[in-house]
């Protein structure tokens, strides 16, 4: 069946870039999600790119996609103490669903 | 102008009760989905209604019934409830034209 994963931790500097990546597995996917979860909160739709884009860029954000390996990283600059989150990577499947990642957790230090 | 509410946002109850989650979006979408998110942040799709319609129904146990009396509110009705049903439950919706998917603010359910 669909599958989303990711790895669930991650530990950047204040100021540094965050790469958060993600891999899966429904080819048919047309759509590719990132959303954030701060603590206590819904989820919040950060960005998405089309199965045919290969980079979509929105401030500091940069979504790449590499279909052949069916592989979804965000890259977040200038990481600021606000971005600490739990980010999803998501996919559209083919079965008309929003299939989700297990979540990463960002976290920043001084 | 909240677009997609749920009420309540906390919920305790006992074991063997029967509680409800409403859900309600303003935003004119046609497709509303009820999500599960377990302790460890894992969040997995329970059901999805179009225009009222039942369309995606995952391997939930019988006491979870939707219910959606219009295509603005998706209601969330849970039966005996069981220790393993404590978790945060998230109403979304998506238009039918798009493919964003919005969430409302979760309602945090706890069995005791």
């Known amino acids: 069946g669909e599958d989303v994963e990711q790895s669930l931790f991650l530990s950047v500097r204040e100021g540094d870039s965050s790469v958060i990546n993600c891999t899966y597995t429904d080819s048919s996917s047309t759509y590719l999600y990132w959303y954030k979860q701060e603590p206590g909160a819904g989820l919040q739709l950060l960005t998405y790119i089309f199965s045919n884009m290969d980079m979509k860029q929105d401030q500091r954000l940069t979504v790449l996609l590499n279909k052949k390996d069916k592989h979804l990283s965000l890259r977040i600059a200038d990481t600021q103490t606000g971005d600490s989150a739990i980010y999803f990577c998501?996919?559209?499947?083919?079965?008309?669903?929003?299939?989700f990642g297990s979540g990463t957790r960002l976290s920043i230090r001084p | 102008d909240t677009a997609v509410s749920q009420t309540p946002k906390y919920l305790v109850t006992q074991m063997g009760n029967d509680k409800s989650i409403k859900c309600e979006q303003n935003l004119g979408h046609d497709t509303m989905y009820w999500y599960k998110q377990d302790s460890k942040k894992f969040l997995k799709i329970m059901f999805s209604?179009?225009?009222?319609?039942?369309?995606i129904n995952e391997t939930v146990p019988n006491r979870f019934s939707p219910k959606s009396p219009d295509k603005a509110h998706l209601n969330l009705h849970i039966n005996s409830l069981e220790l393993g049903d404590s978790a945060v439950y998230f109403c979304?919706?998506?238009?039918?034209?798009?493919?964003?998917?919005?969430f409302g603010p979760g309602t945090r359910l706890t069995v005791t």
């Open positions: 979304a919706s998506t238009p039918t034209s798009g493919y964003e998917q919005y």
């Open positions: 209604y179009n225009n009222k319609e039942l369309i």
């Open positions: 998501a996919g559209y499947s083919s079965a008309s669903k929003i299939i």
